[in-house]
């Protein structure tokens, strides 16, 4: 049951993420139980849960996370096309033979995400699911897209709830947790990274790597 006590909206050390975070998890966007749009007004684009125990996180606590999502659609949900540098013109195939891996591979989107792993015991699931919910408001779908989350916090356990109102007013404040969370310079930096986010094959992914 979740507890009766002020939240704080901020959260994780200023100085940056801790282990074991960073935590990465890719895999394509499936759907889910349609409850996030329809019932709650707060959609969420879910991946499968198989990522976790491939990854060897199977155990990682059941709960809500933030971090960052890089999608290969783009800030319409338009899935963005694979580019091979060797087809491409001079200068593509000029930026490619100088080590420009982004030139051979789609580019996308990278967006703040708050996320949820586990039972969901409100509505009682039988399986465990990954949930997310990207903090920008597409227009459409985007099942099929490949989605790179890259995990830099957590923010709290998985409640249960006397109220579907109590639950949304819950997950409202997950949202504002993370965007705050994500605006520190220690956080903020991981948009870019090391191009994690960013990396899709021609497949739309990272193949076999799903989580590590």
């Known amino acids: 049951?979740?507890?009766?006590?002020?939240?704080?909206?901020?959260?994780?050390?200023d100085t940056g993420p801790e282990a074991p975070f960073p935590l990465r998890l890719n895999g394509k966007v499936v759907k889910g139980f349609g409850r996030g749009s329809k019932e709650l007004g707060i959609p969420t684009a879910n991946i499968p849960i198989e990522g976790l125990s491939v990854g060897g996180h199977e155990d990682v606590e059941s709960g809500v996370y933030y971090g960052w999502a890089g999608l290969n659609v783009d800030e319409n949900g338009d899935s963005i096309p694979y580019i091979d540098g060797s087809d491409g013109n001079d200068e593509q195939k000029k930026a490619g033979s100088n080590g420009d891996h982004q030139q051979q591979r789609a580019k996308g989107t990278v967006w703040p995400m708050v996320m949820?792993?586990?039972?969901?015991?409100?509505?009682?699931?039988?399986?465990?699911?990954?949930?997310?919910h990207i903090l920008h408001s597409f227009p459409?779908?985007?099942y099929s897209a490949h989605m790179n989350l890259l995990i830099?916090?957590?923010?709290?356990?998985?409640?249960d709830y006397v109220s579907k109102d109590s639950l949304i007013e819950d997950i409202?404040?997950?949202?504002?947790?993370?965007?705050?969370?994500?605006?520190?310079?220690?956080?903020?930096?991981?948009?870019?990274?090391d191009g994690y986010l960013l990396e899709f094959g021609e497949e739309g992914g990272h193949g076999g790597d799903v989580a590590s």
């Open 152 to 159: 830099l916090g957590f923010i709290r356990p998985e409640y």
């Open 172 to 193: 409202n404040v997950d949202i504002e947790v993370a965007r705050r969370s994500l605006e520190r310079e220690a956080y903020a930096k991981f948009r870019a990274g």
């Open 140 to 142: 459409q779908d985007f």
């Open 1 to 13: 049951m979740r507890p009766d006590k002020h939240r704080e909206l901020v959260v994780g050390p």
């Open 116 to 132: 949820s792993i586990g039972w969901n015991p409100f509505y009682k699931n039988t399986v465990r699911s990954v949930e997310v």
